[in-house]
């Protein structure tokens, strides 16, 4: 089975404080993805990465930075935390770069900014 | 541009009651494909199902079908016999063939099935 980790299920940070979220992945995965789930808007898509460090801007950059240094691991990076960025984030990862590959999903960060 | 409509924002039902969520999708694409996924409480997405826009069988998994119609652009989602467990977020996702890697996800429907 493959299975999805990221570093924290809940995160409480400042204002200004810069945030790193962890994802790893471990059935050796081409793509990888980060998300954020806020009520009403569903799963919008932040950054993805289709190899190592290869990365792509989502819908919404703004704000963000992502790392993926090795295959299996794909940090998301908060370089100033502001609150509108309290959120629910999301990480995922597919197997190949075809639009029908399923993705496979972490069970999520829940961040709070204060 | 793709988009995914799901317009029903949460549905309560009582046990046994079965329950249909539906979900609306825009695309100029000829090749697609249609996903749903169900969120639990624990918060991890978990894939239920993928279609292709070839492929406008229904489709059955127990008590889960599933009903694609592109002629109103529909990927309707029906659980019979609805259970507490079925309890959940449930995602409608389109992927187009010229979209790469993106996925465009709906709102979401939250079901809340009461004992």
């Known amino acids: 089975d493959v299975k999805v980790t990221q570093s924290s299920r809940y995160l409480v940070k400042r204002t200004g404080e810069k945030v790193f979220l962890e994802c790893v992945q471990d059935?050796?995965?081409?793509?990888m993805f980060w998300y954020r789930q806020d009520p009403g808007l569903g799963l919008r898509l932040i950054y993805f990465?289709?190899?190592?460090?290869?990365?792509e801007k989502g819908d919404i950059p703004e704000g963000y930075s992502v790392s993926r240094e090795k295959k299996e691991r794909f940090s998301l990076i908060l370089e100033s935390a502001s609150t509108n960025q309290t959120s629910m984030y999301l990480c995922?990862?597919?197997?190949?770069?075809?639009?029908?590959?399923?993705?496979?999903f972490g069970p999520g960060t829940r961040l709070l900014v204060l | 541009a793709q988009k995914v409509t799901q317009a029903q924002t949460e549905i309560s039902v009582v046990e046994k009651e079965d329950v249909t969520l539906d979900c609306v999708y825009e695309?100029?694409?000829?090749?697609?494909?249609l996903f749903w996924y169900k969120q639990p409480p624990s918060g991890e997405l978990v894939f239920l199902i993928r279609?292709?826009?070839?492929?406008?069988q229904n489709e059955i998994s127990g008590r889960y079908s599933w009903n694609f119609q592109k002629s109103t652009s529909s990927f309707n989602f029906t659980i019979t016999a609805s259970q507490v467990v079925d309890s959940a977020v449930y995602f409608c996702?389109?992927?187009?063939?010229?979209?790469?890697?993106?996925?465009?996800f709906g709102a979401g429907t939250r079901l809340f099935v009461k004992a």
């Open positions: 995922a990862s597919s197997l190949g770069r075809l639009p029908q590959e399923t993705q496979y």
């Open positions: 059935m050796d995965h081409e793509n």
């Open positions: 990465s289709y190899d190592v460090k290869m990365k």
């Open positions: 695309t100029r694409d000829t090749t697609y494909y």
């Open positions: 279609r292709n826009s070839f492929d406008e």
């Open positions: 996702a389109l992927s187009e063939h010229t979209g790469g890697f993106k996925t465009i």
